[in-house]
């Protein structure tokens, strides 16, 4: 593919709001994992990633009606960092209708949906007059909110594939550049904290008590947490500076193996990383870094790190940042992008936390502490329920 330039990015999580403090976290090595106290629930025992500014980050008033935690994130996540400034560049340079939106998660406002239901008529069972499912619940909602909150008027799209979802999209946006339907995208993704997300995890015993531990040999499951990440991609023009992040090369499949089980050898993980490499012209040895989806899960992990030494072996440095920020579901894709574009600006690839012994039967070259080296070209996996799967290739223009 013809390379992207990312040509402004930030995100924000429970490392904090912004590039600044998630740098600083991760530099530091430090997580921003906590034991959940999140809205009515009290009885489970695992560790969350919230973002505790959003209860403070109200929607503008001609907005109000899209007021749920999913559009407050977002809305949070798009003051940081000058993105709103970057953005309103964008549509001076190329017009409103040139301007794209792709935009993934995963469960969006469903938690508005929870809250309604508790305040359901007693005697008909009806839901509150203030519920608007359009404007919250629904999948479309985020997108819809940023495309009102620009005044935009060209494509909006949100793409809901469970944890690639946020990868995906700039693939999406790849496409629709190429095709000429758009000048510049918004992409990214955000999800946020919700009961369904907390329980059902639950249900399927894959939450950990402790924070999560990717890759290590005692791993016991994943933290959930939330976050929202943007981008904004355009066509590379005549002169970038030599630390500009570009988007090289985007893979994707869906293998379909199981509803939320990985195929156990890795298949469609290693179909991703492979047509992500022949999109950027690129072979196996040409990649410094990989972020690993990387989740704590037992199979995930194992199925993963079997893809990984496949094409890779173990030359190559990898690392999940998940036990910083949590599984961020729908948003991982594009948080998980963004500290790979900052890898690589920032010479330096970060160590996965909380991580005390990697396990023997993943043979990968894993980084448990920070490796100070300028990496070139990284991998960003992100790999979804029912073997939806997404690797990106980012890499420096200079």
């Keep these: 593919m013809t390379p992207l330039h990312l040509s402004h990015f930030t995100a ?61 994130l977002a ?66 909602s985020v997108a819809d909110f940023v495309r009102q909150y620009f005044r935009l008027e060209g494509p909006a799209v949100v793409v809901s594939t469970a944890c690639s979802s946020s990868a995906k999209v700039f693939a999406s946006a790849a496409r629709l550049l190429a095709a000429g339907v758009i000048d510049a995208a918004i992409v990214g993704g955000v999800d946020s904290l919700c009961l369904t997300t907390l329980y059902g995890f639950n249900a399927l015993e894959l939450l950990s008590p402790d924070p999560c531990r990717p890759f290590d040999r005692d791993r016991k499951g994943l933290s959930i947490g939330e976050a929202a990440a943007f981008a ?34 890795g298949l469609g993980a290693r179909m991703a990383m492979a047509a992500a490499l022949q999109s950027a012209g690129l072979q196996a040895a040409d990649i410094d870094y990989i972020n690993l989806h990387g989740t ?72 448990t502490a920070n490796r100070d080296v300028a990496p070139r070209r990284v991998m960003s996996n992100s790999f979804g329920f029912g073997g939806t799967n997404c690797s990106l290739v980012l890499g420096r223009a200079g």
């Excluded at 301007?99 to 469903?110: C, E, F, N």
């Design 12 to 72: 924000s999580s429970c490392l904090g709001c912004g590039l600044e403090a998630t740098l600083t976290a991760l530099r530091q090595q430090r997580g921003g994992l906590a034991p959940c106290h999140f809205e009515t629930i009290g009885d489970l025992d695992t560790q969350v990633g919230e973002v505790l500014a959003v209860d403070d980050a109200p929607l503008p008033a001609p907005l109000a009606e899209y007021d749920c935690r999913n559009n407050r």
């Design 75 to 140: 809305f949070l996540g798009l003051q940081q960092d000058g993105f709103r400034s970057a953005v309103a560049a964008a549509i001076a340079r190329h017009g409103r209708r040139r301007v794209g939106i792709l935009l993934g998660t995963s469960t969006a406002g469903i938690l508005q949906t929870e809250q309604a239901y508790r305040r359901r008529d007693p005697h008909t069972g009806a839901l509150p007059d203030d519920f608007i499912y359009r404007t919250t619940h629904n999948t479309y």
């Design 232 to 265: 904004l991609l355009e066509r590379t023009g005549p002169s970038l500076d030599a630390d500009a992040v570009l988007l090289l090369g985007t893979g994707e499949s869906s293998d379909a193996y199981h509803m939320s089980a990985p195929h156990p050898e």
């Design 296 to 367: 704590a899960t037992p199979s995930n992990d194992a199925a993963e790190g079997k893809a990984v030494m496949a094409l890779f072996g173990a030359r190559t440095p990898c690392s999940s940042t998940k036990g910083a920020t949590g599984h961020t579901l729908g948003a991982a894709g594009g948080l998980e992008a963004v500290i790979s574009a900052l890898a690589l600006q920032q010479a330096f690839l970060p160590g996965g936390i909380n991580t005390l012994r990697v396990d023997p039967a993943t043979p990968i070259q894993y980084l």
